[in-house]
């Protein structure tokens, strides 16, 4: 299962424990090469992944705080709804006969 970014390109989706995987892999990688141009290139992907994995989070709570605005926004709206609705309920109850 994946997503598609903004620019049309397909990501993988990464549990937490993925992501953590593949950052020990690199790091197991970077302290295994004997190459230092090799061992630059491997700590620079992983800054990338940092990067990747910050970026997605900071979207997630961006969209979170979002969601929690629009949250409050309609239980606003339903505490005004409920409010007119037992208002109209009452003048409507006073119009009935006694006897009802």
Request: hydrophobic residues 35%; glycine residues 4%.
């Amino acid at each position: 299962m994946g997503i598609y970014d903004d620019n049309g390109l397909f990501h993988e989706k990464m549990t937490d424990e993925e992501r953590e995987q593949l950052h020990s892999f690199l790091c197991d990688l970077e302290s295994r090469s004997p190459n230092a141009n090799m061992r630059k290139t491997i700590r620079f992907i992983r800054k990338v992944v940092v990067a990747c994995v910050q970026r997605s989070t900071l979207e997630l709570k961006e969209k979170l705080a979002e969601l929690k605005a629009q949250n409050k926004e309609l239980r606003e709206g339903l505490a005004k709804t409920q409010k007119k609705l037992d208002e109209f309920e009452k003048e409507w109850m006073r119009g009935l006969p006694d006897h009802i």
